[in-house]
């Protein structure tokens, strides 16, 4: 090291060497600043301008930086980008440095590592999602997966095999998971999930050191109280301990005592199904196309996370299932309570989350006047929902929302109606709480009065009007006057009053004996109160955590209270059916819609045609029907209506019986995967190959086009020994949609398939979707047609009908392909000369329209003309 910043470098240096996976974010000042290859990395990443500051080895030390106040947003931006940040904060003042030399340097420590599965802070946080940490572990053979979220303090934990690993994730869709390193066929998990994955030593998930720091965390001699677990699962959930421990440097979140869940007790949808049917993101990513988007009505960010939890994992258990039907029942049925209920709910806060801040010293305030405001919501709905006869599940929420009336008196009796952001500052605690507070706050507001008194006597005194006392950092308070009045000030008598400080380009500036002492009384004072206040603020605080059990209780309980109530106010709104579910094997659904797809027609003006499907005398339907005409549509909306049934909500329909569904397969829509060198075929192939070894005789299954990617007959034969397969052996219910019509012949073969067909009419050549599914196989496929809708050129088209009605009655006839294809007259003989083509009225009135003269209204309403112009 040659540089003159060498003993600041030292200091960089050694603590880089502690976290060498992530950005250093070393704080100098008000800046964040950092060095080196992190600096070239976080400049690129954060487009942020790259410097340099001084040498180290005789090379540029490159360097770049983020202002204190504002590294939220960039931490924000690193994390999404995969990076880990590491935060060194400066531990002591800089003045306690200097006293030890003026070459030393101020005291650094890491104070916290941030990754995407540990963060807490609201502008990092989705708050209508969960940020999931999760650690797979194994022993002996045995898996087991945990998962967190610290921002809430929730903590589950359950067996899982290795296979079982991708479909949990997919599920729980945590931001970060932790494995042992060295652990091998995770290659490609980061790519699976999406999650960052991150290697932990293998002590980190010792069973048996992990037991003891696990009863250690929640204060008890044995894990027996919070249920039996297994090796794998201690394992598992020591590591998201340890880890926790190590990111937050000693200072451990709010953990509640982990939830044994059950994977038996979850429908089972594995990740492709989950892409395909747009649970909760839709293809591009996004909440608002996905079935999450259409159905969320919930008002607080904690029912909006139970509403994705119960969405990703719906129930396969009957009991629990009614259960919550039940609440959305009475709900629906009573719409006024209903309404007073969100009402209350909309002044319920995140308490969750508050809580976690506070349990991490990261909380302020407002965390707090959040939980005030929350337990007066929850008395509120209490208080509604008291005397009414309820359904168990209301009763219960009813009773856990009550209790913490002292804690709630304790904090409104505290807090100011609106505090501040920041404890730093002061000015949370209401008057009257602290009777010393009061006291120390007086003593500073008044002298701030007194000083308005004294500037005005020595107005009088010196005879200058323009005379003002001001207060600044450097001076403190001081008297300051123009440069004109300069030789009277520092003239006797009045220089022996006012001692000289300073002299400004047009001011000077004067202490008094009586200033001094007034301001060191005013610092004091309001010292004293900001003191104060911060203890008071700390003993609220440890009121608060001390509740931490119940409040978590409460919050559930509101949570509930909410999704209940917004299932109700969606039932209602769209008119959803009450599902009747039982352990048969029955499905039928009367009119039903597709949530989505019913949403984006009503946004254009159009209704969504409702189709009946019944699979519970025949359990496989086998749909044919045009391109276009809604056969995805169809297959997709019924498994909606069963995800949403058993998450416990209405259903989009006038009637339906669902049997329980134990697991959905959903191979809707082609997808390929180049990343992983699969064509669109391989990986239909490899998908339908998990449906048919996995499907039992519960399980849902939907099938688009099977085999539609190879040669015809390849594809036909295929597509008929799956549904034979899935007849024969698999023995679930599924509809199948194909375009093979041969594959119609065999519903006839087999007991258990019915045949189903989108209808659409044939009008002057073109089709006109009816969008009704009806019992019976389509005559034919209409692709012709459909492509000449999509604008295929004329040309191509009027050439495909020759070729297609060659292959037809060839067929019919019995001709072999090769022969048709011979006979077919050439292209160009049989293109027929460019007939002038008859402008339709779409184009004309697209002739009239200048782009640029159009308002967005007017474009708006032209987009409304141009689509009921496509509709006639
Ligand atoms: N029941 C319905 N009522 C009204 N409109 C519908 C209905 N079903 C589908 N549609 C409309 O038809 C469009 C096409 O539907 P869908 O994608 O399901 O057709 P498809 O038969 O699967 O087509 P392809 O075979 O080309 O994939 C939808 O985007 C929707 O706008």
């Known amino acids: 090291m040659t540089d003159s910043a060498t003993p600041m470098m030292a200091q960089f240096l050694e603590i880089k060497a502690g976290v060498p996976d992530a950005l250093l974010f070393y704080r100098m000042g008000d800046f964040y600043e950092m060095f080196f290859d992190d600096a070239v990395a976080a400049a690129e990443a954060l487009d942020i301008a790259l410097t340099k500051r001084g040498k180290h080895l005789g090379e540029d030390i490159a360097m770049c930086g983020v202002p204190v106040h504002s590294a939220e947003g960039y931490l924000l931006t690193l994390i999404r980008k995969g990076f880990r940040v590491a935060i060194a904060e400066q531990m002591e003042d800089p003045a306690e440095a200097k006293k030890r030399g003026s070459k030393s340097v101020v005291k650094r420590e890491v104070v916290r590592l941030v990754t995407p599965g540990t963060l807490t802070e609201e502008a990092l946080l989705d708050a209508r999602r969960h940020n999931y940490l999760a650690a797979w572990g194994e022993v002996r053979g045995e898996g087991a997966l945990a998962w967190a ?25 945590p931001k970060e998971v932790l494995i042992a390193e060295a652990d091998p066929g995770f290659d490609a998990l980061e790519e699976e999930t999406g999650a960052v994955v991150t290697e932990l030593g293998r002590g980190a998930f010792d069973s048996g050191s992990g037991l003891q720091r696990l009863c250690s965390l929640y204060e008890v001699a044995s894990l027996d109280a919070f249920g039996a677990f297994e090796r794998a699962e201690i394992a598992a959930l020591a590591a998201l301990v340890q880890y926790l421990e190590i990111t937050q440097r000693g200072r451990l979140p ?9 994977r038996q007790s979850a429908m089972r949808i594995d990740a492709a199904t989950r892409r395909s049917l747009e649970l909760v993101r839709a293809q591009d990513g996004g909440r608002e196309g996905a079935l999450l988007g259409a159905v969320d009505r919930t008002v607080t960010a904690a029912g909006a996370r139970l509403l994705e939890a119960r969405l990703s ?20 049925e009573a719409p006024q309570l209903g309404e007073a209920l969100r009402g209350h709910l909309r002044g319920a806060a995140d308490l969750d989350r508050a809580l976690s801040r506070l349990a991490l010293e990261r909380g302020g305030p407002r965390d707090l006047a959040a939980i005030r405001g929350t337990l007066e919501a929850a008395t509120q709905i209490a208080a509604t929902l008291d005397g009414a006869a309820l359904p168990d599940l209301l009763a219960e929420a009813a009773g856990n929302l009550t209790g913490l009336e002292e804690l709630h008196d304790l904090l409104d009796q505290a807090l100011v109606a609106e505090p501040p952001l920041l404890a730093r ?36 005194t010196s005879g200058i009007q323009a005379l003002k006392i001001k207060h600044n950092n450097v001076l403190g308070y001081f008297v300051e006057v123009t440069a004109t009045h300069a030789e009277k000030m520092l003239a006797p008598p009045l220089n022996a009053v006012f001692r000289h400080r300073q002299t400004t380009a047009n001011q000077l500036r004067f202490t008094t004996q009586e200033l001094s002492e007034l301001e060191t009384r005013i610092l004091n004072a309001g010292g004293l109160a900001l003191d104060l206040e911060r203890r008071l603020f700390d003993s609220l605080r440890g009121a608060v955590l001390a509740a931490a059990g119940p409040l978590g209780v409460l919050a559930r309980a509101l949570a509930e209270v909410d999704l209940a109530s917004s299932f109700a106010d969606l039932a209602r709104g ?65 498994a909606l209506i069963a995800v949403l049934a058993q998450a416990g909500s209405y259903v989009p329909a006038k009637k339906a019986h669902i049997g329980l569904v134990s697991q959905i397969f959903s191979r809707v829509g082609a997808s390929d995967d180049l990343a992983r060198g699969r064509s669109t075929f391989m990986v239909e192939m490899v998908e339908t190959a998990a449906i048919l070894n996995q ?8 099938l688009d086009e099977i085999g539609r990617g190879t040669a015809t007959w390849d594809g036909l034969s295929i597509a008929w020994a799956v549904l034979e397969h899935l007849h024969g052996v698999n023995r679930c219910r599924g509809i199948f949609a194909t375009h093979y019509h041969e594959l119609t012949q065999l519903a006839g073969q087999l007991s258990g398939v019915a045949t189903a067909t989108v209808a659409v009419r044939e009008f002057k050549g073109d089709v006109v979707f009816l969008h009704e ?35 037809e009655s060839g067929a019919r006839e019995g001709g072999r392909p090769q022969a048709l294809i011979d006979e077919l007259p050439l292209f160009a003989a049989a293109a027929p000369p460019p007939a002038k083509r008859q402008t339709s009225r779409i184009e004309e009135e697209l002739a009239e329209v200048s782009p640029d003269a159009l308002s967005p209204r007017e474009a708006l309403d032209l987009v409304y003309r141009l689509k009921a112009l496509g509709a006639d």
């Not at 979220?149 to 869709?173: K, Y």
């Not at 709010?254 to 059950?262: A, H, S, T, W």
């Not at 004329?794 to 060659?806: K, S």
């Open 149 to 173: 979220d610290m921002s809430t303090g929730s903590v589950s934990v359950m067996p899982c095999p290795r296979p079982a690993l991708g479909p949990e994730l997919a599920r729980l869709t």
């Open 773 to 807: 599914v009806r019992r019976g196989t389509a005559d034919r496929s209409y692709g012709v047609q459909v492509a000449r809708l999509a604008g295929l050129p004329e040309a191509v088209v009027t050439r495909a009908r020759v070729v297609l009605e060659a292959l």
């Open 254 to 262: 709010l953990l509640r005592p982990p939830q044994r869940e059950d």
């Open 313 to 332: 994992g719906p129930s396969r258990r009957l009991e629990v299932i009614r259960a919550r039907q039940a609440a959305v029942a009475h709900l629906t």
């Open 574 to 638: 769209e008119d959803w059916c009450r599902p009747d579910l039982d352990d048969s094997r029955a499905f039928s659904v009367d009119r039903g819609r597709h949530p989505v797809v019913e949403r984006a027609l009503k946004r254009a003006g159009q209704s969504f045609i409702g189709n009946d499907c019944s699979l519970s005398t025949e359990p496989l339907w086998l749909l044919t029907g045009p391109n276009m005409a809604g056969k995805s549509t169809f297959l997709r909306q019924n």
């Open 425 to 460: 500052d002061g000015g949370y605690i209401a008057p009257g709480h602290d009777a010393d507070l009061d006291e120390a706050r007086r003593l500073r507001d008044e002298g701030r009065g007194v000083i308005a008194g004294m500037q005005a006597e020595y107005i009088e």
């Open 695 to 702: 499907a039992d005789d519960r399980a849902l299954v939907i």
